[in-house]
């Protein structure tokens, strides 16, 4: 697991994050990846084989990061190719259709797959999509919002087809993993310093007194 983060930890600060995107079959994963990455939305979107892969360069602040973005399949039958995906993952976006109740009510199972397969740091948002279609909707905005603060997940509704929310949902995850790394960084910096600061019981050394040599960092 230590190493696994470190290595998720190094891309990240190197300018790379990988994300998933996962919920059942028809939820709009597909036309969300094209709208963020393209800007790009199909009416005749079809269904994803196993998973497919994107990309796209976001600025936060002055560091350039650059989204990996997989876009798995729903259906039953990928789910062990799918589900391998999820491991080295620092960011996901758990999709359902706010016009289909059964999306929704399968989350939990969702969620626990996730965490079944990659760290219980990954960030996590919960995406109601199909906003546009609000007279259909059949799962309330209180309902998941109350279900994503109960998880500890972020949470938003948004529209592929009119772009409502699309580049936010997948800039605040982006800014979440970010911020989880670099406070990382910083306490491993003070951590260092502290450790080449003191003496061996944890007490500042003295005049005169030398510090341990080849230390490795």
Request: hydrophobic residues 40%.
């Amino acid at each position: 697991m230590g190493s696994q983060r470190v290595g998720r930890n190094w891309a990240c600060m190197h300018g790379s994050a990988r994300m998933v995107l996962i919920g059942e079959s028809g939820v709009g994963k597909t036309n969300l990846l094209s709208r963020f990455t393209r800007n790009e939305f199909s009416h005749d979107s079809r269904t994803t084989i196993g998973v497919e892969f994107s990309t796209r360069t976001v600025m936060l602040g002055t560091a350039a990061i650059k989204a990996q973005i997989w876009d798995t399949a729903g259906l039953e039958r990928y789910r062990a190719i799918t589900s391998a995906y999820y491991r080295g993952a620092v960011g996901a976006l758990l999709v359902f259709d706010l016009t289909k109740h059964q999306t929704y009510a399968v989350v939990e199972r969702w969620l626990k797959e996730l965490y079944d397969h990659a760290e219980a740091t990954i960030v996590v948002m919960l995406v109601g999509n199909k906003s546009d279609l609000s007279q259909s909707r059949e799962v309330p905005t209180e309902e998941a919002r109350m279900f994503a603060e109960n998880n500890g997940l972020l949470f938003l509704e948004t529209s592929a087809l009119d772009s409502t929310n699309v580049e936010l949902a997948f800039e605040t995850v982006l800014k979440e993993i970010f911020a989880k790394v670099s406070k990382q960084k910083q306490n491993n910096t003070r951590t260092n310093a502290v450790t080449l600061g003191s003496g061996p019981a944890g007490q500042e050394l003295g005049p005169g007194e030398k510090r341990a040599c080849c230390i490795s960092l």
